[in-house]
């Protein structure tokens, strides 16, 4: 005698996508200067330094008097990849020494800058998603952990360039700054800014792509670039697969920086709302076979905005420029006078279909009790005497309580009975009277 069992996958209806993803770009850049003053034999001269209007930390204080830059070989070589000189610390400001790698006795500072002094300008150039940007050196540790993503562009081998604007935030990141200490024609220390016409992106993203996914490695799962694990945020990462060194990120996501809305859909047979979320994120790819296709495209789903049961949201539709759903929130309708929901047909398992009845539903609907949803359930045990079981000379069954909302042919009603149930269930067998066979009822 089959009953029905709605064991549901544990995650169909739970927290889909509490987060998407947001691509660190890590776009970093460095704006110090340093206006080393030499005295006989090419050594440093602190009197004359102090005389030159520099105090240590490159602090030149409300006016200041312009200084030229200094051959960078008069100091020692400190960096492998790049031309850089090791600068005495005194003579290199906190905030950008604690920019710079550490060298013996000083912070290691790109020979550009030192030869410059106040003259020194970075050459402008056009960084990730062509915003304005500035040549700064890979020996800046910085720029040196993103190689990969910064473009070289215009600059010179040793140098790449560094956005004007961190385009996460729209603040400046220095790159296009003159250094702290040029003087202006009043003799006051320049004003120091983004660069005027720098812009941070838009969001969402409309132009050249801010990663290029080609420069990354591509993942197994189709669409996916192994993004290096610097460049995805912790919180990110165990919702993402990982790859070597890294994790599998959306190609689109990498194109535009983070600041993409996927495609609007509808999740419930032409109900509700959703985005279209790549199977490739594996919370998405672990219920794939509960959710919808709808208008998404090859290899994606449609992610519900909210909890059908529940009107909760999933955050599926509230991430990076997503500016939320357009409509209120969808939960499944009521049936069964209250005690059921009205389900997509295509969620419940296909075995089970014939036990559940449409009732008022929708057509393309059927009428699953409220507890059946949840995949943790378990009937309460129970006993009862059917009329089918006494005519056999049977003894009293045990079961569980299964609501009255399924469906009973005759021979059920026959062989099953209230019991101890409450009046809105029956008890069902855990055995089939007469084969002894198990009924998979729920919490048997």
């Not at 889909?16 to 050594?43: D, F, K, M, Y």
């Not at 030149?60 to 090791?86: W, Y």
């Not at 995949?375 to 079981?389: E, K, Y």
Request: glycine letters at 12%.
């Amino acid at each position: 005698m089959p009953l029905v069992a709605m064991h549901a996958h544990p995650n169909t209806f739970g927290p889909l996508v509490s987060r998407l993803l947001v691509i660190v770009t890590a776009l970093w850049s460095v704006a110090c200067v340093v206006q080393p003053v030499a005295g006989e034999n090419g050594e440093l001269d602190p009197q004359s330094a102090a005389d030159a209007g520099m105090r240590p930390g490159g602090d030149a204080g409300a006016r200041c008097t312009p200084k030229g830059g200094i051959d960078p070989a008069l100091f020692p070589r400190c960096c492998m990849v790049g031309r850089a000189r090791c600068i005495p610390r005194p003579l290199v400001g906190g905030e950008d020494g604690a920019r710079l790698e550490a060298c013996a006795g000083g912070y290691c500072v790109p020979e550009p800058i030192i030869r410059g002094g106040d003259s020194y300008r970075p050459t402008r150039c056009q960084s990730v998603g062509n915003i304005p940007g500035a040549c700064v050196s890979v020996c800046v540790p910085q720029v040196q952990m993103s190689l990969d993503i910064l473009p070289r562009g215009t600059c010179a081998e040793d140098e790449r360039c560094s956005p004007c604007v961190d385009p996460r935030t729209g603040q400046p990141t220095g790159a296009c700054e003159p250094p702290s200490s040029a003087c202006g024609s009043d003799g006051r220390p320049v004003q120091r800014d983004a660069g005027g016409d720098a812009a941070p992106l838009t969001c969402p993203h409309v132009g050249p792509p801010v990663l290029d996914p080609a420069a990354f490695p591509a993942c197994p799962c189709s669409g996916t670039r192994c993004l290096p694990a610097a460049l995805v945020e912790p919180g990110q990462r165990t919702m993402l697969a990982a790859c070597d060194g890294g994790f599998c990120v959306p190609e689109d996501f990498v194109r535009t920086g983070g600041r993409f809305v996927p495609p609007t859909c509808q999740p419930f047979s032409g109900q509700g709302e959703g985005r279209c979320l790549s199977n490739c994120i594996p919370m998405v790819r672990d219920q794939s076979s509960q959710l919808e296709r709808g208008s998404c495209g090859e290899g994606q789903s449609c992610v519900p905005c909210w909890d059908p049961r529940t009107g909760m949201s999933t955050g599926a539709c509230n991430q990076s420029c997503d500016r939320g759903p357009s409509i209120p929130p969808y939960t499944f309708g009521s049936c069964c006078g209250g005690r059921a929901k009205c389900i997509p047909t295509r969620l419940v398992p296909e075995g089970q279909r014939a036990q559940i009845e449409q009732k008022d539903c929708a057509s393309s609907f059927l009428c699953v009790p409220t507890e059946n949803i949840d995949p943790g359930f378990r009937g309460p045990a129970c006993s009862a005497s059917a009329l089918l079981g006494s005519l056999l000379g049977g003894r009293p069954y045990q079961g569980v309580c299964v609501s009255t909302c399924v469906k009973r042919d005759f021979f059920t009603r026959l062989g099953t009975a209230q019991g101890n149930c409450p009046s809105t269930h029956f008890c069902a067998p855990c055995r089939h009277p007469l084969t002894g066979a198990a009924t998979g009822a729920p919490g048997c």
